[in-house]
């Protein structure tokens, strides 16, 4: 599924900004966004438990067909907030851009996108996954315990810069 670039605008406006830029050339580009998500060694995903609670957790991360996927055991707490509530968030950050990305996290069940996304986590973390009637596996660990993945869409996301002045806000509607 390929989409559409979202929209970039500035965070603040000119009366709320102090000591935020308001300077439109700071604004961030998509691409910087998503070069900081593919290449993140880690990230946190926050998601919501039954009762309302928040939930927030390390995940390793890896971009496949134009979206972030984490994963994780479907038993997990992460794993039952998401089967309850595909609401979450992902945070990330680098040396030049500290990334808030809301949207929801739906389980992949196609073969073929499952293969893909595997070796995206096998060329990445060089962590072997196998998959198999629909499902994911590692067979390494004792009982071959099951992973789901997740393909994470964003509906809005917020950067930003490590000079703690400019903000940038993506809209994906």
């Known amino acids: 599924m390929t989409r559409a670039t979202p929209t970039a605008e500035l965070l603040f406006g000119e009366a709320d900004a102090t000591p935020i830029s308001t300077n439109e050339a700071t604004v961030k580009s998509w691409d910087?966004?998503?070069?900081?998500?593919?290449?993140?060694p880690k990230a946190w995903l926050s998601t919501v438990r039954p009762d309302g609670r928040a939930h927030a957790m390390p995940v390793l991360l890896v971009w496949v067909d134009d979206a972030p996927w984490i994963?994780?055991?479907?038993?997990?707490?992460?794993?039952?907030?998401?089967?309850?509530?595909?609401?979450?968030?992902v945070t990330v950050g680098s040396e030049t851009l500290d990334l808030v990305v809301e949207g929801k996290a739906v389980r992949a069940w196609d073969?073929?996108?499952?293969?893909?996304?595997?070796?995206?986590?096998?060329?990445?973390?060089?962590?072997?996954?196998?998959?198999?009637?629909?499902?994911?596996?590692e067979d390494a660990l004792p009982g071959s315990p099951e992973y789901g993945f997740y393909r994470i869409t964003p509906t809005r996301a917020?950067?930003?810069g490590v000079d703690g002045l400019t903000a940038t806000r993506w809209r994906f509607e």
């Open 158 to 160: 917020f950067g930003y």
């Open 111 to 137: 073969e073929a996108e499952l293969l893909r996304v595997a070796a995206a986590f096998k060329a990445k973390y060089e962590w072997d996954l196998a998959v198999r009637d629909g499902s994911v596996h």
């Open 32 to 40: 910087d966004a998503r070069t900081c998500l593919e290449a993140a």
């Open 71 to 89: 994963t994780t055991r479907p038993t997990s707490r992460k794993g039952r907030n998401l089967a309850g509530n595909a609401n979450c968030v």
